[in-house]
């Protein structure tokens, strides 16, 4: 239970793969122009890291330590092919639209990270947990620099949704604000370098908070207990 | 010592990549009819918005000449053309061509022009160019590509057919002028090609299948 606890806080906050260990940034900033593309980009890469994950922990009896990396290398892309035909076949819409971007998860090293960190020391249901909880800390940065990116450069949320989740998402499209320019510096890859150095610095700044407030704790605590012994 | 294990390494490396392999093998065979239908039934809904059901008779998609022309259609590969015939004769043709000058490369199209010397609508199939900017030509984005419908083919290349800046009667986009004055003469080429050739493309064999090319 512990061990679930620790992997969710580590995946989502404390170690995620993009605000803290900086991975994955290369399909991360390719494709937080929409919600939409962030969302389904999240996704594939979510299956990709619990696929690859519990694989790794499946084989990792019968891998040596010298060609473990290739092995996992070979796992990876195998996924990552298999979801791209499969996104072919069945998604085709959001084929068009994520492209090039498919094969890119192969280059996440988020994926190969996790199966060398944790995958192939630990037993299959962790490493699956481990990468839901990584897939899912790598996937909502994508959305929310999705949705700041979107707002910012076209004034708009869930543009496009229809082509991932069907054609009743078409009404999830919002309209922020009305540009009658849009604004170019979001949607090009500087911005998303920007957006995404706005996120680190909240989140460092909430983690700085919640330390200081700990420190307060601990010092108020030391100090009644002084009281207490002075009585 | 070293050696054995160098083969136990290999044969295991080999066994994963024999598996991988295998699995790929599986999966490409199942989605590969989908995926084909898909990529159809994309080409086939733009074809037919193009070319009205009532225009034609025949089966567009199979009906379809392979042209190999770089000057015009933009690519050293072949290109397909779909006639459409109706009881009463030849009515359309829809070209594939692409425009080689585009922001970010190469901007596939559809071109669909009549027998009375009117485009009948363009579509673009597959581009890379800028989100946001350069891909209001697609008709998700934006309406701009709409306005080739019903224009009259020149005879010969003319400053009508250029954007507004360069004196044209096309728009360009805020903050995007290299993409639409790439549709606009690949565009302008192509009709004019094609208007010039029409009988030579409508009684050319129907060769796109033998070759395999699903595109």
């Known amino acids: ?231 | 010592m070293i050696f054995k294990n160098m083969k136990k390494n290999g044969l295991i490396l080999g066994a994963f990549a024999l598996a991988a392999t295998g699995l790929l093998v599986v999966t490409q065979f199942l989605t590969a009819d989908r995926i084909e239908q898909q990529q159809r039934a994309e080409l086939m809904g733009t074809l037919n918005t193009l070319i009205p059901e009532e225009m034609h008779s025949n089966d567009l998609f199979a009906d379809c000449t392979l042209v190999t022309n770089p000057d015009v259609l933009g690519r050293s590969s072949p290109q397909p053309v779909y006639r459409a015939r109706s009881t009463n004769g030849n009515t359309a043709i829809a070209i594939r061509t692409t425009a080689p000058n585009g922001y970010s490369g190469n901007i596939d199209m559809l071109v669909a022009i009549n027998t009375n010397n009117k485009v009948m609508g363009v579509r673009v199939l597959q581009h890379r160019e800028t989100p946001g900017l350069g891909d209001k030509i697609e008709t998700r984005k934006s309406d701009w590509i709409l306005s080739f419908t019903q224009q009259n083919i020149p005879a010969q290349e003319s400053p009508r057919w250029e954007v507004r800046k360069d004196g044209g009667a096309f728009d360009q986009f805020t903050g995007a002028t290299i993409t639409p004055r790439a549709v606009i003469n690949a565009v302008e080429r192509t009709i004019i090609w094609a208007n010039a050739q029409q009988e030579s493309l409508f009684n050319a064999p129907s060769n796109c299948q033998q070759s395999g090319d699903s595109r």
């Open chain 1, 1 to 231: 239970m512990s061990e679930i606890k620790t992997l969710s806080k580590n995946g989502l906050w404390e170690n995620n793969p993009a605000l803290v260990q900086l991975l994955g940034l290369c399909p991360l900033l390719a494709v937080t122009t929409t919600v939409t593309n962030a969302l389904g980009l999240g996704l594939a890469t979510l299956l990709v890291l619990v696929g690859s994950n519990i694989t790794v922990s499946l084989v990792r009896e019968w891998v040596p330590n010298e060609i473990r990396i290739p092995v996992f290398v070979i796992v990876i892309a195998t996924f990552v092919t298999m979801i791209e035909l499969l996104m072919n076949a069945f998604a085709y819409s959001l084929y068009l639209s994520l492209g090039i971007f498919i094969p890119l998860i192969v280059t996440n090293c988020a994926i190969i990270g996790r199966a060398e960190a944790y995958a192939s020391k630990n037993p299959w249901h962790l490493a699956a947990y481990d990468g839901l909880a990584m897939g899912l800390g790598f996937g909502g940065v994508l959305v929310l620099l999705g949705a700041v990116r979107e707002i910012i450069g076209q004034g708009t949320l869930f543009d496009g949704a229809e082509l991932l989740l069907g054609e009743w998402a078409a009404a999830l499209r919002i309209e922020v604000i009305q540009f009658d320019y849009p604004l170019l510096l979001a949607i090009l890859p500087p911005g998303a370098f920007i957006g995404l150095g706005f996120l680190i610095a909240i989140k460092n700044g909430i983690d700085r908070l919640h330390a200081a407030k700990q420190e307060k704790q601990a010092v108020t605590k030391a100090t009644r207990a002084r009281v207490t012994g002075q009585t």
